[in-house]
């Protein structure tokens, strides 16, 4: 006869702890390769860190050109969600942001000096990757938009 609290031989709930341990460092090592990233317009977005996600192109073109070619660049691929002007800045700065194929582009347009203006292009997926084409592709249709001027 056995008794009812005997030690039973199955190893089920230490499978069990170690199910669970192997999710939770999965989990936190997951978080530890998202964090804050910040975009070309000084603001921030979750995103992973250390990735390559910003082309830029510089050109001699005014700034106001240049800023209106890149407007009419996000509207005509996407969305515009936002337009301003970084007043921090010792150079004049406008940035541009907007959603293309389900992607966020911040576009950043910087007079470097009164005849070249600098333009850079960020792109994030909506789960914090970078989308390095897309930002090529925009960055292109400004420059293209601003040879048809």
């Known amino acids: 006869m056995k008794p009812l609290d005997a030690i039973s031989e199955c190893d089920c709930i230490a499978l069990m702890k170690m199910k669970i341990f192997l999710a939770l460092i999965g989990t936190v090592s997951t978080l530890a390769l998202l964090g804050c990233v910040e975009t070309v ?8 860190p250390y990735i390559k996600d910003t082309i830029e192109g510089r050109y001699e073109r005014p700034l106001d ?7 009419d660049v996000i509207k ?9 002007i970084i ?15 389900q992607r966020n ?10 005849k070249v203006t600098s333009v850079k292009v960020q792109t994030r997926t909506p789960n914090g990757g970078s ?13 293209l938009k601003l040879v048809s001027r």
């Open 41 to 48: 317009s000084n603001r921030k977005t979750v995103g992973v």
């Open 105 to 114: 582009v911040w576009v950043r347009v910087e007079q470097v000096d009164p």
């Open 76 to 84: 005509f691929n996407g969305t515009l969600v936002n337009e301003s």
């Open 65 to 71: 050109q240049v800023h209106q070619a890149a407007l």
């Open 131 to 143: 989308d390095i084409d897309l930002a090529h592709q925009i960055e292109k249709e400004i420059a």
């Open 87 to 101: 007043h921090s800045e010792t150079n004049t700065v406008k940035t541009v942001e907007g959603r293309v194929n």
